[in-house]
């Protein structure tokens, strides 16, 4: 796809501004937030969310996010602001939370695939914000990558997969978190965990008690997107699991790169144990925020050098679930 049409701009107030006309009249803006880019555009303007639908290659039944600037806007656009969400929102926002709540009639039934709920989060990212409240409208926003691709963690990526048809992308670096937004649904019954991400399930613990990870039980609601194939690159993906695990790493390895261009996703403890070998170290096996901050992008660069990435497994603690849960979602099989 060509970048021919696409403005690539910085993050000056003067850009936002501009960028913030262009969504008032049913334009689309790439916009960084603290987890990955997000594709915006005017949340109350049927046209406009369609448009998104359309760039992404999005199935229409996979409803979209609401991003506001505050507290109140988000109020403004549910039936019902419950004490649970009041308590999450105090907490998080502006952050990586997504809260799932009973909608009213402002937001496009578009954007949320007619459901009776509507995904809101106030994100924190000083240009998302003043975005947001300069177009003085609520912003759905996407991941900003071709549906089925890694979420964009920096504008290169972004081009990758939308150079040529967004009005405008806004060039605020790389984003900080690297993963998307935790997801709580206050909904139905017990709040619940619909997608893990940069906020972990005890973080949200310490607000408002136990709550539960759909997916873990038979049967369980999850968001309607975690049906899809998600963050998988095109490249074979391999994720390898304890015990000897870096004998397996070694075997296979050696049995595909008859054929293949294969490489190791691992961490820097185990690079020595792998000198031999084509190696990427995300991070220590003790940072998983290093981790989850170039998971996506690592996934991008191997897609282009390799035909098969061999994931050596995160450890099954509750500080690397969501990543965890990226990796599983990525694999085409696990040994
Ligand atoms: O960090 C993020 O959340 C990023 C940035 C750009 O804000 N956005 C993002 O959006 O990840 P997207 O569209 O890639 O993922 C949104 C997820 C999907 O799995 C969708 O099914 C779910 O949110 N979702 C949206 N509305 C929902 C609703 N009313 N009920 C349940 N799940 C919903
Ligand atoms: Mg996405």
């Keep these: 796809m060509s970048s021919a049409k696409t403005v690539i701009r910085g993050t000056s107030k003067k850009n936002i501004r501009q960028a913030a006309e262009i969504l008032r009249s049913g334009g689309i803006i790439v916009f960084p937030t603290e987890t990955v880019y997000g594709l915006g555009a005017d949340a109350t303007n049927d046209e406009a969310v369609k448009k998104v639908f359309k760039i992404k290659g999005r199935p229409a039944d996979n409803p979209l996010i609401a991003h506001v600037a505050t507290l109140r806007q988000a109020k403004s656009l549910t039936k019902d602001f419950p004490e649970t969400a009041l308590k999450l929102a105090n907490r998080f926002w502006p952050g990586p939370l997504t809260l799932v709540l009973e909608k009213n009639g402002i937001v496009s039934n578009f954007a949320t695939c007619g459901l009776q709920t509507l995904a809101i989060r106030v994100p924190d990212n000083k240009t998302a914000l003043e975005l947001i409240g300069s177009a003085k ?199």
């Design 137 to 335: 409208i609520p912003v759905v926003a996407p991941s900003a990558n071709l549906s089925g691709k890694p979420s964009p963690t920096s504008v290169s990526h972004v081009v990758e997969d939308m150079g040529g048809t967004v009005d405008m992308i806004l060039d605020g670096g790389d984003t900080s978190y690297g993963i998307e937004s935790t997801i709580v649904d206050l909904t139905s019954g017990a709040p619940k965990i619909l997608r893990l991400g940069s906020i972990s399930k005890r973080d949200i613990e310490k607000v408002i008690g136990t709550i539960g990870v759909s997916g873990t039980e038979h049967g369980a609601p999850k968001a309607p997107g975690m049906k899809y194939t998600h963050y998988s690159p095109d490249a074979e993906v391999v994720l390898i699991k304890e015990p000897d695990a870096l004998e397996k790493i070694q075997h296979l390895y050696l049995a595909y790169t008859q054929n293949k261009e294969v490489a190791v996703m691992t961490f820097s403890e185990f690079e020595a144990s792998f000198a031999n070998l084509k190696t990427i170290t995300v991070s220590s096996i003790k940072d998983p925020a290093k981790y989850m901050h170039d998971l996506y992008r690592t996934f991008r660069q191997l897609d282009k050098e390799v035909g098969v990435i061999l994931v050596h497994e995160v450890p099954e603690t509750e500080e690397w679930a969501a990543i965890a849960d990226k990796l599983a979602k990525a694999a085409d099989r696990t040994v």
